[in-house]
C-alpha cells in the first residue's frame, strides 16, 4: 500500500508569489491534515479535512487555505507569501477519527523556501 | 487548552543500550490519545508508538515502550538496545478524544544520537 504522497519535495519562491501544494492520502483514507514545522515556532497544525470539508483549523492567517477533492486528495494553498513561511509543510492522514486509536501517518514534506 | 513538554533538546546514547526520552503533558480533555514520533532527517514523520488515555497496560512495540504515568501526566518512550539507525528527532503528540477531530499537539522534539 503506498503511502502518503506530498508533491514537490522542495519548492523556491519570492516574496509576494503564492504557492500551491498537494498530498496524495493513503488508499482509503478519508481525512487529511496539514502541519507547518519551523525551528522557531515547531510542529503546528494548520487545518484538517474530512469529506471535502475543512472540520478543524489552526491559528493561521487567512493567506492559508486548503481544499480537499471527492478522491481525499487535498492541496493547501498560501498567498503572498513572506520570508516567515518558509518551513517545511507535513501533510497526514488517517482511516477512522471516530476511533481512539486512530494514527496519522505523514508524508515525507515539502519544504518550501521563501526568497 | 492542550500541551505537551519534551525537556531534553538533546541525548546521547552508546549502541545498544537502552533511553528514555521525556514527555509530559497538560490538557483538560478527559479521554486523550499519546503518540510519539520519529522524523529522520529526510524529514518523515514516523509513528511509533499510541497509548490511551483509558488504557491500563503501558503500550509496547518491538524495541519501542511507552512508560505511561497518568497521575504525573507523563508519556516517557523507551527505546531498548538503541541501533545506529535510531538517530533522529524524536516527537510526543497528544490527540484530544473529546471530539471528532485528528489535531495532534507536538511537543518540540528530542534530538537522539547514537554513538557506536
Known amino acids: 500500500k503506498a503511502g502518503v504522497t506530498q508533491t514537490p519535495r522542495y519548492l523556491i519562491k519570492t516574496r509576494g508569489q503564492q504557492v500551491t501544494l498537494s498530498c496524495s492520502p493513503i488508499?482509503?483514507?478519508?481525512?487529511v491534515s496539514w502541519y507547518q514545522q519551523t525551528p522557531g515556532q515547531g510542529l503546528q497544525f494548520l487545518f484538517e479535512y474530512f469529506s471535502e470539508t475543512q472540520r478543524n483549523k489552526g491559528n493561521f492567517p487567512g493567506r492559508f487555505s486548503g481544499r480537499q477533492f471527492s478522491n481525499s486528495r487535498s492541496e493547501m494553498n498560501v498567498s503572498t507569501l513572506e520570508l516567515g513561511d518558509s518551513a517545511l509543510y507535513l501533510c497526514?492522514?488517517?482511516?477512522?477519527?471516530?476511533?481512539?486509536?486512530?494514527?496519522?501517518?505523514f508524508g515525507a514534506g515539502t519544504r518550501l523556501s521563501v526568497l | 487548552a492542550q500541551k505537551i513538554t519534551q525537556t531534553q533538546p538533546g541525548m546521547f546514547v552508546q549502541e545498544k543500550e537502552a533511553v528514555t526520552l521525556d514527555c509530559t503533558y497538560d490538557?483538560?480533555?478527559?479521554?486523550?490519545?499519546l503518540f510519539w514520533y520519529k522524523q529522520p532527517s529526510s524529514g518523515e514523520m514516523i509513528f511509533l508508538i499510541y497509548q490511551g488515555s483509558y488504557d491500563q497496560q503501558n503500550a509496547t512495540e518491538g524495541r519501542y515502550s511507552l512508560n505511561f504515568q497518568k497521575a504525573r501526566k507523563s508519556a516517557n518512550l523507551v527505546i531498548s538496545a538503541s541501533q545506529l539507525g535510531d538517530s533522529a528527532m524524536y516527537f510526543c503528540a497528544m490527540r484530544g478524544l473529546s471530539y471528532n477531530t485528528d489535531k495532534l499537539i507536538f511537543g518540540t522534539g528530542t534530538r537522539l544520537q547514537v554513538f557506536p
Open positions: 490538557t483538560s480533555d478527559p479521554s486523550y490519545g
Open positions: 488508499s482509503g483514507h478519508r481525512s
Open positions: 497526514a492522514s488517517s482511516a477512522d477519527t471516530s476511533l481512539a486509536k486512530n494514527i496519522q501517518y
